[in-house]
T-cell receptor
Framework: DQQVKQNSPSLSVQEGRISILNCDYT??????FLWYKKYPAEGPTFLIS?????DKNEDGRFTVFLNKSAKHLSLHIVPSQPGDSAVYFC????????????FGTGTRLKVLA | DSGVTQTPKHLITATGQRVTLRCSPR?????VYWYQQSLDQGLQFLIQ???????AKGNILERFSAQQFPDLHSELNLSSLELGDSALYFC???????????????FGPGTRLTVL
């Protein structure tokens, strides 16, 4: 039962354009949603998060949008840079009741110079 | 550098064997998490410790166990190893038990386990 899904395993974007990474979830009880970036041979690094009571959070070139009715979140990177090429994982965190920290399977982003 | 260290970096062993993976969290972090990443899979949460106590359990097999010591380092023990246990094992730490203010975790570089 995959509660957090990233349906696109890969994405290629031209440098300077917008990258949009998508994530869907099935459980409406999550309290936070997070995005992590992972380079080869390294552990994931935290990128940005959003509380379930918000619908948008922005940090520099990165913006996360949350659509609770659709149980969907997306990460926008504008403008995309070659250094953004990595695997991006979305994660969902539930604090109340049974603790859950669930990662998606990741989307490999390639930014073309 | 996240400040989380994991040893060893690589481990090659045979089926049926037992191994121990070690993690040192960031200075001051009380929470330690263990994750397994198999080929083409997302990160599977295994277990969380907070200040020496088990706090949450995920998809951890009975053949696996973990503990967190008084100095806050943690060990993940994998026994009766099977071929399917080959994976990257990540440790992460955070300063908060339940992830207030966004739930950010800091990940180590991982231990790559190969079971032959």
């Amino acid at each position: 039962d995959q509660q957090v899904k990233q349906n696109s395993p890969s994405l290629s974007v031209q440098e300077g354009r917008i990258s949009i990474l998508n994530c869907d979830y099935t459980n409406s009880m999550f309290d936070y949603f997070l995005w992590y970036k992972k380079y080869p041979a390294e552990g994931p690094t935290f990128l940005i998060s959003i509380s379930s009571i918000k619908d948008k959070n922005e940090d520099g070139r990165f913006t996360v949008f949350l659509n609770k009715s659709a149980k969907h979140l997306s990460l926008h990177i504008v403008p995309s840079q070659p250094g953004d090429s990595a695997v991006y994982f979305c994660a969902a965190l539930r604090l109340s009741g049974t603790y859950k920290y669930i990662f998606g399977t990741g989307t490999r982003l390639k930014v073309l110079a | 550098d996240s400040g989380v260290t994991q040893t060893p970096k690589h481990l090659i062993t045979a089926t049926g064997q037992r191994v121990t993976l070690r993690c040192s969290p960031r200075s001051g972090d009380l929470s330690v998490y263990w994750y397994q990443q198999s080929l083409d899979q997302g990160l599977q949460f295994l277990i969380q410790y907070y200040n020496g106590e088990e706090r949450a359990k995920g998809n951890i097999l009975e053949r696996f166990s973990a503990q967190q010591f008084p100095d806050l380092h943690s060990e993940l023990n994998l026994s009766s190893l099977e071929l399917g246990d080959s994976a990257l094992y990540f440790c992460a730490s955070s300063s908060r038990t339940s992830g207030h203010l966004g739930g950010e975790q800091f990940f180590g570089p991982g231990t790559r386990l190969t079971v032959l």
